[in-house]
């Protein structure tokens, strides 16, 4: 009859902590602050887990946030000494990993005070430095690999890691996805009638623009490029004349025409007898 009692003390070790870990009744889930970004395609944020477990904790407890793909987080086994807390790079392995740490004086009851611009809310997969330092510590809030979709949970541990409470694990949470390059419609034909018809009315204005301005440049500067030529006739005042040009007599030959003499005219008749 040792066996069988040796059997029944061994299960009622394991059975114990099982027994004394509390169920909270709190679903995490996104923030219900109107923020930019709640959810992208590395990181998502939850509202803070505040006054939710005060009553289940001392001071010296942590709460750590689980992390988990949706499908793995039925095989998630909770830890019984800070040794076995899963990190960051055990997501891609085993599925899971446990990150932020946190103790209840980090999640007071109160709300932020109405002059603090910072809103109450845990971002997951925050810390970028995770990826560029190898020396990164074990539980980094590292980017999320993958658009999920994953499932959280708050874990209360004590100062020697083993489970205190915990609470629901949340509704699946599917990250943003990027679009390829190549899958992205450019061709003007699935854009709708509005937008076609602005296009055009403003094509067409540009098109009036450019005839306009090339229309006053030619009649500005067409008079520099052919002068326009003097009228024969010039109007001064109520008199019009004829535009003429004077005879030009030579110096040599007016040299030598004595006086009163002109080209094609008879000479005057002396006075003397």
Known sequence: MGLPWLLLFVVLVWVQPCRGLELIPYTPQITAW???GKVTATTFSLEQPRCVLDGHASA???VWLVVAFSNASRDFQNPQSLAEIP???????????MTLPLTLDQLPCE?????????????????????????????CNAPLPSPGPYRVKFLLLDPRGSPQAET???????????????S???????????????????S????????????????RFSSLWWPEEAPEQLRIGS????????????????ATLPVGCEPGLEPLPSLSP
């Open 184 to 202: 992205i419609d450019t061709w003007p034909g699935r854009r709708n009638g509005d937008m076609i018809v602005i296009t055009s009315i403003l």
């Open 60 to 62: 010296a407890n942590t």
């Open 111 to 139: 709300d932020p005070v109405g002059g603090s611009r910072r809103a109450p809310v845990l971002r997951v997969g925050n810390d970028t430095s995770c990826l560029a330092d190898f020396h990164q510590p074990p539980y």
């Open 204 to 219: 067409s204005l540009a098109g009036l623009l450019l005839l306009a301005f090339l229309a006053a440049s030619t009649t």
């Open 168 to 182: 629901r694990w949340s509704d699946p949470i599917a990250l943003h996805q990027g679009k390829s390059p190549g």
């Open 34 to 36: 109107d923020l930019e």
């Open 239 to 254: 008199f019009m004349g004829k535009r003429y040009m004077t005879h030009h007599i030579p110096p040599s030959e007016a």
């Open 87 to 97: 990190a960051s790079p055990r997501l891609l392995t085993d599925g899971h990993y």
